[in-house]
């Protein structure tokens, strides 16, 4: 199964391929961990960090998104459908499927005129613990000699772009969706842009991810009759729909 570098897709944290959460407990945890707020919208909460020998923030976001697990899983498996609901992705394509859990994505971020768009070749790898009904999607950009990762006239290729998606099983019907980014996006980039793009990026990805699984409801049957235990699906790692007992 693949799935996105995001995955399956920033002065420091720019593009695409963030955790805030729930009230309460984990925003006072983010804070002890350096984790700045930097907006909120529709339930969806990004946050930032500077790290130590880089000079743009790592972002991070978390929301709700009231669908199953499997059916996010559907969707983040549909590469060439990047753009409809990451943040800035112009253009997103499955280079290599390597196993049924790692993959070679290429995605192409979009920067406002005059700047030129960035572009990163990225692994990802699926990591599950069903004990926790988690499903870790992490990416890192790599260098990559295959068709179709070369370098494209007037694009800037991203030194590097590493994070992950984390899914969190709540119950059948709702899962949380942390996404954690980290970039040197190569080349210029003005204050405004950054500072726009890192609250912007976790909110609007997840925001949209919410709606392009309500879209696509019903719609990737084959995925969910492979993986879906509940489609008669062999699971993903074990991971089943039950309730977890953790609060929304």
Same mark, same amino acid.
């Given at each position: 199964? &693949?799935?996105?570098?995001?995955?399956?897709?920033?002065?420091?944290?720019?593009?695409?391929?963030?955790?805030?959460?729930?009230?309460?407990?984990?925003?006072? %945890? &983010?804070?002890?961990?350096?984790? =700045?707020?930097?907006?909120?919208?529709?339930?969806?909460?990004?946050?930032?960090?500077?790290?130590?020998?880089?000079?743009?923030?790592?972002?991070?976001? $978390?929301?709700?998104?009231?669908?199953?697990?499997?059916?996010?899983?559907?969707?983040?498996?549909?590469?060439?459908?990047?753009?409809? *609901?990451?943040?800035?992705?112009?253009?997103? #394509?499955?280079?290599?499927?390597?196993?049924?859990?790692?993959?070679?994505?290429?995605?192409?971020?979009?920067?406002? *005129?005059?700047?030129?768009?960035?572009? &990163?070749?990225?692994?990802?790898?699926? %990591? $599950?613990?069903?004990?926790?009904?988690?499903?870790?999607?992490?990416?890192?950009?790599? #260098?990559?000699?295959? +068709?179709? &990762?070369?370098?494209?006239?007037?694009?800037?290729?991203?030194?590097?772009?590493?994070?992950?998606?984390?899914? =969190?099983?709540?119950?059948?019907?709702?899962?949380?969706?942390?996404?954690?980014?980290?970039?040197? +996006?190569?080349?210029?980039?003005?204050?405004?842009?950054?500072?726009?793009?890192?609250?912007?990026? +976790?909110?609007?990805?997840? %925001?949209?991810?919410?709606?392009?699984?309500?879209?696509?409801?019903?719609?990737?049957?084959?995925?969910? =009759?492979?993986?879906?235990?509940?489609?008669?699906?062999?699971?993903?790692?074990?991971? %089943?729909?039950?309730?977890?007992?953790?609060? +929304?």
């Amino acid at each position: 199964m &693949a799935i996105r570098s995001s995955p399956l897709i920033d002065r420091r944290a720019f593009f695409a391929v963030c955790v805030a959460m729930v009230v309460g407990v984990w925003g006072v %945890t &983010a804070e002890a961990q350096g984790w =700045e707020k930097i907006g909120s919208r529709d339930g969806v909460t990004a946050y930032r960090k500077f790290v130590e020998g880089f000079e743009l923030p790592v972002i991070k976001g $978390v929301g709700v998104i009231p669908a199953g697990i499997y059916d996010l899983l559907a969707v983040m498996e549909d590469v060439p459908s990047y753009p409809s *609901w990451m943040e800035s992705c112009r253009e997103a #394509r499955l280079i290599k499927n390597l196993n049924e859990y790692e993959r070679i994505i290429y995605n192409r971020t979009a920067v406002p *005129w005059p700047l030129s768009d960035r572009d &990163a070749v990225v692994q990802s790898k699926i %990591t $599950v613990d069903p004990v926790k009904k988690t499903v870790k999607i992490a990416f890192q950009s790599i #260098r990559s000699s295959l +068709p179709g &990762a070369g370098v494209v006239d007037g694009v800037v290729r991203m030194p590097i772009l590493k994070g992950f998606y984390l899914l =969190e099983v709540i119950d059948e019907g709702k899962t949380r969706v942390t996404y954690q980014a980290q970039a040197d +996006p190569g080349g210029f980039l003005p204050d405004w842009l950054v500072e726009s793009a890192s609250a912007d990026i +976790p909110l609007n990805t997840i %925001t949209s991810l919410r709606k392009r699984v309500a879209v696509m409801e019903g719609k990737y049957t084959t995925f969910l =009759e492979k993986w879906d235990p509940a489609h008669g699906g062999v699971g993903v790692g074990g991971v %089943t729909v039950e309730s977890t007992g953790v609060k +929304p």
